[in-house]
C-alpha cells in the first residue's frame, strides 16, 4: 500500500471544486449530496475509471448520489452495468424511484442486503447478507468494485468494510479496479494493510479524493 501524508483542506477543497465542474454535465437533477457521500473528487476517479472500460460491470457497497451519476455515465455510454448494494431499506425506495424516474433501470440495480452477523467480519460485526450478494453477483466478472458501505463511522464499526475483498474476490475480473471510501479514517487504514497483506494487490491513497484505488491482479491470492 502506498502511502503519503494527508493532503491540506485547501487543496483538497480545490480539488473538490475542479471536479464539480468536470461532473457538471452528469448532474442533471438535484441530488441531496450529504457528508456520507463519496467526495467529488474521488466519484470522478470513478468515473474516469468506468469511461475507459467497453463494458463495465461495476458493484457498489453503498447506494446513494454516486448510483445516480454512475447510472447516467453508463446511460450516456451505452454500455456496462451498475449493482448498487444497499442495507437500508427506506433508502434504496428512494435510489431505486430516482432511477425509474431518469429511467435509468437499463443499466442499474438496487440489491437490498440487511446486515447480518458473519463469520467473515474482523471484529464479530455485521455484514451483508452473504446469500444475497452471492445470488446476486453470480455469473459476473466485476470489472469496478467501489466499497463504500456498510456504515463505519458508528461505534464498533470501524471495520465493517474488511469483507469486501474476501466476498467479491472469486467475481474481480484480472485487471479490476477496487475502490476503497473514507480512507482519512484509521478503520478503513487498517483495512486497507489487512488488504494489502492477505490478497496480491497495491493501494495507492489519494487523500485529497477520500479513497484508496488498487488494480486487481491476474492471480487471486498472494503467495
Do not use: C
Request: net charge negative; no cysteine.
Amino acid at each position: 500500500m502506498t502511502t503519503s501524508d494527508d493532503a491540506p483542506t485547501a487543496r483538497s477543497s480545490l480539488d473538490d471544486a475542479a471536479a464539480w465542474q468536470a461532473l457538471s454535465p452528469l448532474l442533471g437533477p438535484f441530488l441531496p449530496w450529504s457528508s456520507g457521500a463519496m467526495r467529488p473528487t474521488g466519484l470522478l476517479t470513478v468515473l474516469n475509471d468506468v469511461w475507459f472500460r467497453r463494458s463495465p460491470n461495476i458493484v457498489e457497497l453503498g447506494s446513494g448520489v454516486s448510483t445516480v451519476i454512475l447510472a447516467r455515465l453508463l446511460h450516456e455510454l451505452g454500455a456496462g452495468q451498475l449493482l448498487a448494494v444497499e442495507h437500508d431499506q427506506q433508502w434504496a425506495d428512494r435510489v431505486e424511484k430516482q432511477l425509474g424516474q431518469e429511467r435509468l433501470n437499463d443499466v442499474a440495480r438496487v440489491v437490498r442486503a440487511p446486515l447480518r452477523p458473519s463469520v467473515h467480519t474482523w471484529d464479530s460485526g455485521e455484514w451483508y447478507d452473504e446469500p444475497v450478494l452471492l445470488t446476486a453477483v453470480e455469473g459476473t466478472a466485476v470489472d469496478v468494485l467501489v466499497v463504500d458501505g456498510p456504515p463505519a463511522w458508528r461505534p464498533g464499526s470501524a471495520h465493517a468494510r474488511f469483507p469486501a475483498l474476501d466476498m467479491f474476490a472469486p467475481f474481480l475480473a484480472p485487471g479490476a479496479t477496487v475502490v476503497l471510501d473514507d480512507v482519512e479514517r484509521d478503520g478503513e487504514r487498517d483495512v486497507l494493510q489487512r488488504w494489502s497483506l492477505e490478497h496480491a494487490i497495491r493501494f495507492d491513497m489519494r487523500p485529497e479524493a477520500g479513497i484508496a484505488v488498487g488494480t486487481w491482479p491476474a492471480r487471486t491470492r498472494a503467495s
